[in-house]
């Protein structure tokens, strides 16, 4: 597709069990962010990705976060054990520089709500 | 310990007035700037930058101020129109840091008809 594809856009989840997001990106853009918006706040940086490189996971809250990103596209985020506080937009972008000028494209986001 | 701050939650505008988006940064290593635009139910979307070596950059109605000394930038829209209501994020990237952005909190912009 034409932008970068988030699955699923919402998602329901008991307290407890584990959730997977998906993420497709831009053909051809070697870069890869997750980012999640708690209601009222801003962005919060997650993971990113950038090519074959080792990723950049400061950003991951607690150990029950995880990602991985196969063959340098597709990107799936995890979440194990789902907490209240879990709940969230969790968004993902793409871009095709490596440098600190580039601009991201975002998914439209896939809504996280832990009962 | 927000490196990004966007201190007004909201702003209220009638259309065809200006509207000023203000933000602030604590990070020295700082060079580019962005806004971001944001509708309901969708990512958000790029409007404007600027790297560190400017103090402005206008595309059309948007034009984005930098002042370094003070660690703010600010975006003006002129002249406001009821479209561009959305939440408005700015972020920040370091150049040794890839293109990974540090986001403000926003700010919910209405533009009254």
């Known amino acids: 597709g034409a932008g970068v594809s988030q699955s699923p856009s919402n998602k329901v989840t008991e307290k407890g069990k584990d959730v997977e997001l998906r993420c497709d990106p831009i053909?051809?853009?070697?870069?890869l962010y997750w980012y999640r918006q708690s209601l009222g706040q801003g962005l919060e940086f997650l993971i990113y990705?950038?090519?074959?490189?080792?990723?950049?996971k400061s950003g991951l809250p607690s150990d029950r976060f995880s990602a991985e990103r196969t063959g340098g596209s597709v990107s799936t985020l995890t979440i194990q054990r789902t907490q209240q506080e879990d709940s969230a937009v969790y968004l993902c972008?793409?871009?095709?520089?490596?440098?600190?000028?580039?601009?991201?494209?975002f998914g439209e986001g896939s809504r996280l709500t832990v009962l | 310990d927000q490196q990004v701050k966007q201190n007004s939650p909201s702003l209220s505008v009638q259309e065809g007035r200006i509207s000023i988006l203000n933000c602030d940064y604590t990070?020295?290593?700082?060079?580019?700037f962005l806004w971001y635009k944001k509708y309901p139910a969708e990512g958000p979307t790029f409007l404007i930058s600027?790297?560190?070596?400017?103090d402005k950059n206008e595309d059309g109605r948007f034009t984005v101020f930098l002042n370094k000394s003070a660690k703010h930038l600010s975006l003006h829209i002129v002249p406001s129109q009821p479209g561009d209501s959305a939440v408005y994020f700015c972020?920040?990237?370091?150049?040794?840091?890839?293109?990974?952005?540090?986001f403000g909190g926003g700010t919910r912009l209405m533009v009254k008809p």
């Open positions: 972008a793409s871009s095709n520089r490596r440098g600190g000028t580039g601009e991201l494209f």
């Open positions: 053909s051809g853009h070697t870069a």
């Open positions: 990705f950038q090519g074959n490189s080792a990723p950049d």
């Open positions: 990070n020295s290593m700082f060079d580019y």
């Open positions: 600027i790297s560190s070596i400017k």
């Open positions: 972020a920040a990237s370091a150049g040794n840091a890839g293109n990974m952005l540090t």
